[in-house]
């Protein structure tokens, strides 16, 4: 059960390159989300994607785009790498945009930006 | 808008000890409300999940009532074991499109 699958889980960047992070979730999830954790801050939505062919902007969305390739997948991108985007990324799914439904997450993409 | 705010950690406490990590949050209408856990180097799982008032969810030990008159989804566990280490997020989600909004992480220490 794989669940949902970030690749790569370590990166390191310099400042101004780019970089795109991959999701998938096997799931048949409708919903899927890309989140940012920092120190002390807890989990914050950078993206979402409702479904198939439609993203919109969560509370911190600058500096990134994202991708809902198909259901199965949800990419992120930084198409200029800075240093204040050094954090630890989650891509989740949830199966509908019930609120009592779940999010299941990935293991995490550790980047850094020197 | 919505925000969750937990009391801050750590919080170290011996094996077999009672735990209790606050959670109170700030929401229009009726959300539901979660506690995640991550393990080191591990994403965030679903512990448990409450949905209207007065319910009660629990997983492994852990439980939380949903009290909507104290705006409060307190978790609690009677006995903590060092396997219990981990930071635990409280979260609500609001009622359109599922969108989670998290506290900051508690994380918790067990001593042998």
């Known amino acids: 059960n794989a669940g949902v699958t970030q690749t790569p889980k370590f990166q390191v960047l310099k400042t101004g390159q780019s970089m795109t992070l991959q999701c998938a979730q096997d799931m048949n999830h409708n919903s899927m989300y890309w989140y940012r954790q920092d120190p002390g801050m807890g989990l914050r939505l950078i993206y979402y994607s409702a479904s198939e062919g439609t993203t919109d902007k969560g509370e911190v969305p600058n500096g990134y785009n994202v991708s809902r390739l198909n259901k199965r997948e949800f990419s992120l991108r930084l198409e200029s790498a800075a240093p204040s985007q050094t954090s630890v990324y989650f891509c989740a799914s949830s199966g509908g945009d019930r609120s009592d439904q779940p999010q299941h997450f990935g293991d995490g993409t550790r980047l850094s930006i020197l | 808008g919505n925000s969750v705010t937990q009391m801050e950690g750590p919080v170290t406490l011996s094996e077999e000890a009672f735990l209790t990590i606050n959670c109170t949050y700030t929401a229009t209408g009726y959300p539901s409300l979660f506690w995640y856990v991550q393990y080191p180097g591990e994403g965030l799982q679903l512990l448990l999940k409450?949905?209207?008032?007065?319910d009660k969810g629990s997983n492994k030990g852990f439980e939380a009532t949903y009290r909507k008159e104290t705006t409060s989804f307190h978790l609690e566990k009677g006995s903590v074991q060092v396997s219990d280490s981990a930071v635990y997020f409280c979260?609500?989600?609001?009622?359109?499109?599922?969108?989670?909004?998290f506290g900051g992480g508690t994380r918790l220490m067990v001593k042998p």
């Open positions: 409450a949905t209207k008032a007065d």
């Open positions: 979260a609500l989600s609001d009622r359109a499109g599922n969108m989670l909004t």
